[in-house]
């Protein structure tokens, strides 16, 4: 059962989640994809590749990444899927500048374009992209329904969405172990590191009150998306989400 509670970062009376999300990245965005590598050893890097290979037998030409931060998943996406064209969008411009001067060191400026948006009132026309992609970033949305609709809304017939986000362990001890780490060990590192540990206790509380699993493929069903099934990683750490607007 989810947590009912509307998390925040800050939990700041007057300010939307949508702007306590903003100011959060802005203000970890130096040190965030060092953290990703740190704390989750690495195992990060794995979850995306894996999530994007479902991708392959698709072979997208245009691909959306929404909540690109550092535009990780957009420059794994350019190099794995070779598509003509990505579009990674955020509204935290501090992760969209550094996401830039990696896309610049790695040479593909004539693939991928970076633009600050918002995932629940995208800019682009009905049907422009054959996928969509989301890596750790629906957890965010101020209003879920409203973002999901909006990337089916762009995609063209046919098309996949592909939404990677943490999730629950189920395995004892696992479990155990994995919610202590979460709750106490992250917040302390990411306070050392980035100063700023609200965003770290903020992880734990969002993937606690996230619907994921079987809730959340029923609220993509109700979305509107088809054929939506889940893949769960490392014991339950993380789930990647498979989706289709109909043909």
């Keep these: 059962m989810k947590d009912k509670r509307v998390v925040t970062p800050y939990q700041s009376a007057g300010e939307s989640k949508k702007v306590q999300v903003e100011r959060m990245f802005d203000k970890i965005a130096p040190r965030y994809d060092l953290l990703n590598r740190v704390l989750s050893l690495g195992i990060d890097v ?116 592909v939404i990677l986000e943490f999730s629950r362990p189920r395995l004892f001890p696992f479990k155990q172990l994995y919610n202590a780490y979460f709750k106490y060990v992250l917040p302390l590192i990411g306070r050392l590191t980035s100063r700023d540990i609200r965003a770290y206790t903020y992880l734990f509380e969002s993937v606690q009150a996230f619907p994921e699993g079987d809730d959340f493929l029923k609220i993509l069903s109700k979305t509107g998306y088809q054929n939506s099934r889940c893949e769960r990683l490392t014991l339950g750490i993380c789930s990647i989400y498979f989706a289709e607007k109909a043909a």
């Design 46 to 161: 794995w979850w995306r590749r894996r999530a994007l290979g479902q991708l392959r037998t698709k072979a997208p030409a245009e691909i959306l990444d929404v909540a690109t931060g550092t535009a990780d998943v957009a420059i794994m996406a350019a190099k794995m899927l070779k598509p003509r064209r990505v579009v990674g969008v955020d509204i935290a411009n501090q992760m969209l500048d550094i996401g830039r001067v990696k896309i610049e060191k790695e040479g593909l400026g004539s693939v991928i374009e970076l633009e600050t948006g918002d995932s629940e009132n995208l800019r682009f026309p009905d049907q422009s992209f054959d996928a969509v992609t989301v890596a750790f970033g629906v957890r965010n949305f101020e209003n879920l329904e409203i973002g999901l609709a909006e990337m089916l809304r762009v995609l063209r017939p046919g098309g996949q969405a």
